[in-house]
C-alpha cells in the first residue's frame, strides 16, 4: 500500500496548482483519502479529505472556498485542486488513507511522501 502526491512547486498569489495523490498496490475504490500539510514550525493540519462511500467532502475553514478535492478511481488517484493560494498556504502537503467523517480525518495512515507547495511572488 502506497500514496505518493506530487505537483507542488512554486506559485504566485492568487495562483492554481493541482496536486494528484496517486496510489500503488491497491485501490482507492474502497479508501477515504486526506489531505494534509505542514508548515515550518507548525502543527501538521487536516486540509480536505473525501468518502470512498458516497464521495462526500470536508474542507477545513482555512481552505473552504478555495480548495476542492476530488477523485479519479478509474485512474487511482485524488486530487487537491488549490486555487486562489496564498502565502499561508506554503507547506509541504501530504496525502494519507483516513476515516473522513464528523467533518475530521480520523486515523491517518499509509502516507504518502510530501509534496513543497511555497507560494510566494
Known amino acids: 500500500v502506497q500514496l505518493q502526491a506530487s505537483g507542488g512547486g512554486l506559485v504566485q498569489p492568487g495562483g492554481s496548482l493541482r496536486l494528484p495523490c496517486a496510489a500503488s498496490g491497491f485501490s482507492l475504490d474502497y479508501y477515504d483519502i486526506g489531505w494534509f500539510r505542514q508548515a515550518p514550525g507548525k502543527e501538521r493540519e487536516g486540509v480536505s479529505c473525501?468518502?470512498?462511500?458516497?464521495?462526500?467532502?470536508y474542507h477545513a475553514d482555512s481552505v473552504k472556498g478555495r480548495f476542492t478535492i476530488s477523485r479519479d478511481n478509474a485512474k487511482n488517484t485524488v486530487y487537491l485542486q488549490m486555487n486562489s493560494l496564498k502565502p499561508e498556504d506554503t507547506a509541504v502537503y501530504y496525502c494519507?488513507?483516513?476515516?473522513?467523517?464528523?467533518?475530521?480525518?480520523?486515523?491517518?495512515?499509509?502516507w504518502g511522501q510530501g509534496t513543497l507547495v511555497t507560494v510566494s511572488s
Open positions: 494519507a488513507t483516513v476515516v473522513c467523517a464528523l467533518s475530521r480525518l480520523l486515523r491517518p495512515d499509509n
Open positions: 473525501i468518502s470512498s462511500s458516497d464521495g462526500s467532502t
